[in-house]
């Protein structure tokens, strides 16, 4: 029988990790260990987390103080250039970004529209003058913004906006102005109470010729804070959670600002009056602009990650501390970590917290390397913006999913304010929503996945494709993460035998992930070719199909970033546990689609049917090394803020 190990959690300093939780912390931090290190011990932590209970006066106070105590410190700013000569520093924004989100996530997302949105449009999409001139004020918070795109009509559906940012050649100026109702700029941060300028997106027009949705930076309040002639500002109020943002409408009614205002980077009106850009095609310049922001999605999920790995911290110490029922031997009553029904519910998470941190690491190595100045290609750049967009729902996802199960698996003490659960559940269900829908994500991944097998198989009939299809395995659309050459063997290993492999068998779970992502995509390909796409009813009846391809693509690249990760571990302890992780992530996504893989003759019945027993027996095994599990998520006990779990 397995050794349980209860713990006293007071042994030793609060956020002293035992040697095994030092070392799965440093393995999970990766290449980013020693930044993340350095910021958590730089950050004011005295202020860290908001009193719950406080009036939306009261927390939009409290957040915009906080802010300008980190900035004051270094972060919210960190990673933005604060004029043309300084060079960006993305892994900086990042990790900052991640820091911040141990603490109040209100200052976080107040945070990232002050210096990622706001900051970041004016260093992407503006020219030296925008940045010279507006980022010293942005970044010392002497200019607070907000970043004026969603709509009320026009969420998702960017290229739709229906404000208009029309040039005035007469004045030389432009006119912004809300065509319509659904026009209203809608849920901007930053616009309610405390924003004096908007990052304002738009329908470009010039001399009667439309070129596409631009930004403009648009004055909304004078001195005094009061709105400025033809700007209608509105407050949204109370919200299911971040409650300490001030979000809030705009409208426009033909406000008047000079030509040097529009972020004419990529297009805009020249001395001349004419429109001039360096990227000729109207779609490809749309998608460039959009790209510049990539940033935002791969901070949210980040964030997002940690909002999970704090809920899991501190329902398994509370599984740690909290004894229920007494049992034979056991009469003080059984830990509720004890209870495999308990191991069950949290285990699992945080298998796929450790999951999607080393797939979080690859994804901020990339954007660091594309927005810090390596060399790249269009396509370097289009991968990034897939798996940016992917994980952000993925994270997102797992973060709400994940934060309610914590909350739940700690009874009544859950449900109360004092113990955090709720306030990161309120405080992330946004998470879901901003920086793009989720489904519309998982979408983008897909068509993005669709768009490289078409590349690749072009109009090869039935016969071609299957022949093609052995070629396709490792190449384009099956994208290898660093984990590359060992998934090759590990799959041509699986692909000879596979049901003579151990369910704990890493080529097998490499083999059936494979398997599900290629055969869901070369099927939706099929149909794909068969459906009418002038027709909406015949595309939006593969909605389901393409929403399953992306999820099995997404699964498929978190093993292998947690194959990396492993790889990656020197300590010989903290790799047995790893090994152990990422075999419960693997079953256990094995085991959610077992209907799929069993439909698709991909797993027998018997083995299909092995795979609670196998579950059971990994979390048995990892039970005793629970606390340093969640040592090693990185969250530092005295920033977990949970009452019941004492000082």
């Not at 933005?80 to 141990?102: G, K, N, Q, T």
């Not at 925008?130 to 010293?136: E, M, N």
């Not at 426009?252 to 095609?281: C, K, T």
């Not at 370097?380 to 739940?408: P, S």
């Amino acid at each position: 029988m397995t050794q349980l190990i209860d713990r006293d959690l007071t042994d030793a300093g609060p956020d002293e990790p035992s040697s095994l939780g030092a070392a799965l912390s440093r393995t999970l931090d990766g290449q980013f260990a020693d930044r993340r290190a350095a910021a958590k011990a730089s950050v004011p932590s005295e202020n860290l987390l908001r009193e719950p209970g406080q009036s939306v006066e009261e927390a939009r106070e409290w957040v915009l103080n906080r802010l300008v105590e980190l900035s004051g410190a270094g972060f919210g700013a960190a990673g933005i250039p604060r004029d043309a000569d300084e060079d960006p520093d993305p892994a900086a924004a990042v990790v900052a970004f991640e820091v911040l989100s141990y603490g109040d996530l209100s200052t976080v997302i107040k945070s990232g529209v002050q210096f990622g949105l706001f900051a970041g449009a004016v260093a992407n999409l503006g020219t030296r003058w925008h940045q010279d001139t507006f980022l010293p004020d942005i970044t010392s918070m002497k200019l607070l913004g907000c970043y004026a795109m969603t709509e009320l009509g026009h969420g998702s559906d960017v290229s739709g906006l229906e404000t208009t940012i029309t040039y005035v050649p007469e004045s030389d100026e432009y006119e912004v102005h809300s065509e319509t109702p659904e026009a209203t700029k809608a849920y901007i941060g930053n616009a309610a109470r405390d924003g004096a300028m908007a990052v304002v997106f738009g329908q470009l027009l010039v001399r009667g010729k439309h070129h596409g949705v631009h930004a403009v930076l648009v004055p909304i309040r004078d001195e005094t804070g009061a709105a400025l002639p033809g700007v209608t500002i509105a407050d949204h109020g109370v919200k299911g959670g971040l409650l300490g943002v001030d979000n809030g409408m705009l409208r426009f009614d033909r406000v008047r600002v000079p030509r040097r205002m529009l972020l004419d980077r990529y297009g805009g009106v020249d001395a001349s009056g004419q429109y001039r850009s360096p990227i000729e095609n109207a779609n490809r310049r749309f998608f460039t602009m959009l790209g510049t922001l990539v940033r935002g999605r791969v901070c949210i999920a980040g964030g997002a990650g940690i909002a999970a790995r704090s809920a899991l911290s501190i329902a398994t110490r509370y599984a740690l501390k909290r004894r229920q029922f007494a049992a034979p031997g056991r009469p003080d009553g059984v830990l509720l970590l004890d209870y495999l029904t308990h191991q069950r519910r949290l285990l699992p998470a945080i298998a796929r917290a450790y999951a999607l941190g080393f797939a979080q690491n690859e994804l901020a190595a990339s954007l660091v390397h594309i927005q810090g100045g390596g060399e790249h290609t269009e396509r370097d750049q289009r991968r990034l913006e897939t798996m940016a967009a992917g994980l952000k729902a993925t994270a997102t996802r797992f973060a709400n999913d994940t934060i309610q199960e914590c909350r739940e698996a700690c009874g009544g003490a859950g449900y109360m304010a004092e113990n955090r659960l709720v306030g990161l559940r309120a405080d992330a269900d946004v998470f879901a929503t901003f920086e793009g829908d989720n489904t519309v994500l998982l979408q983008l991944v897909t068509k993005a996945l669709l768009t490289d097998y078409r590349q690749v198989w072009g109009d090869l009939d039935r016969v071609g494709m299957v022949q093609a299809s052995a070629r396709m395995v490792g190449g384009t659309v099956l994208e290898r993460t660093a984990a590359n050459l060992l998934v090759d063997r590990l799959v041509a290993t699986a692909r000879r035998q596979p049901e003579e492999l151990a369910l704990v068998d890493r080529a097998w779970h490499a083999y059936l992930f494979e398997e599900r992502e290629r055969h869901s995509l070369e099927s939706l390909a099929r149909r794909m070719r068969r459906a009418d796409s002038r027709d909406f009813e015949s595309v939006n009846r593969l909605g389901d199909h393409m929403l399953f391809v992306a999820r099995a693509h997404l699964e498929r690249v978190l093993l292998e970033a947690f194959i990396a990760g492993i790889e990656s571990c020197t300590d010989p302890k903290a790799r047995e546990v790893l090994e152990r992780l990422c075999s419960l992530f693997a079953l256990s996504s094995i085991d959610a689609d077992r209907g799929w893989f069993a439909e698709h003759n991909r797993i027998s019945a018997g083995r299909s049917k092995a795979l609670g027993a196998q579950l059971n027996k990994l979390c048995a095994e990892l039970r005793p090394d629970a606390l340093a599990l969640v040592e090693g998520l990185g969250v530092p006990a005295s920033w977990l803020g949970a009452e019941f779990l004492g000082s």
